[in-house]
């Protein structure tokens, strides 16, 4: 039996969507695939503890990467905007550092760098060059049509959903790159 959950994590909630992705394991669900923006399929399974971790790689990741993560017993699960996505038996992990994908904390601050460049640098751009300007063109534009209306509201509504992932995504990343730098 399979199911399929809508959850939205965003770029800076990779460690709550490790947590919600064990807790359906314990509750009897393992994930099989996931499926953008924010779909979830999970089939039926025997309730274990199950770690699940996730790696932020845009770009293709090699075989020897692959490789040297299913030595340490990693299984792969998918890949899904960048991230990808491995579990492992908790039983498995007799150490701490076994629940671990990185072994130091400098590969952890390394991952969050590359998420700062590679998704929050981007959103900044393009909020930047497309949403203000668009936002500010059809908020003071001498047009009072129907359609001047549709895009106010909806540059509107771009401008207040860019902030609010920009500034949460930039103060939660930045938190946890404290969190590993100490």
Same mark, same amino acid.
């Given at each position: 039996?399979?199911?399929?959950l ?9 460690? *709550?969507? *490790?947590?919600?992705l064990?807790?359906q394991?314990r509750?009897?669900w393992?994930?099989v ?7 979830f399929?999970f089939?039926e399974?025997?309730?274990?503890? +199950? ?8 770009? *293709? ?7 040297m993560l299913?030595?340490?017993g ?10 990808l ?8 992990? *007799?150490? =701490?550092?076994?629940g671990?994908?990185?072994s ?8 969050v760098?590359?998420? +700062? ?7 900044? +751009?393009?909020f930047f060059?497309c ?10 534009g =001498?047009y ?22 920009? +500034? ?7 938190r ?5 730098e100490?």
């Open positions: 039996m399979r199911k399929t809508v959850h939205f994590f965003t770029i800076a909630d990779y460690e *709550e969507e *490790e947590l919600w064990r807790k394991h509750n009897g393992k994930l695939k996931m499926t953008p923006p924010c779909f399929t089939e399974c025997e309730p274990e503890d +199950v770690i699940y971790r996730l790696d932020y790689k845009n770009s *293709e990741q090699t075989e020897e990467y692959m490789q299913n030595d340490f990693w299984e792969y699960c998918g890949k899904c905007f960048g991230w996505y491995f579990r492992k038996p908790a039983s498995a992990a *007799e150490t =701490d550092e076994d671990e994908l990185f130091d904390n400098a590969s952890r601050v390394e991952m760098s590359h998420i +700062v460049k590679t998704k929050l640098m981007p959103l900044c +751009v393009i060059c949403v203000i300007p668009n936002f500010v063109r059809v908020l003071f =001498d009072y049509g129907g359609a001047e209306l549709f895009f106010g509201i909806l540059f509107g509504a771009l401008f207040v959903i860019y902030v609010y992932m920009i +500034v949460y995504c930039g103060l939660k990343l930045r946890i790159r404290k969190k590993y100490q």
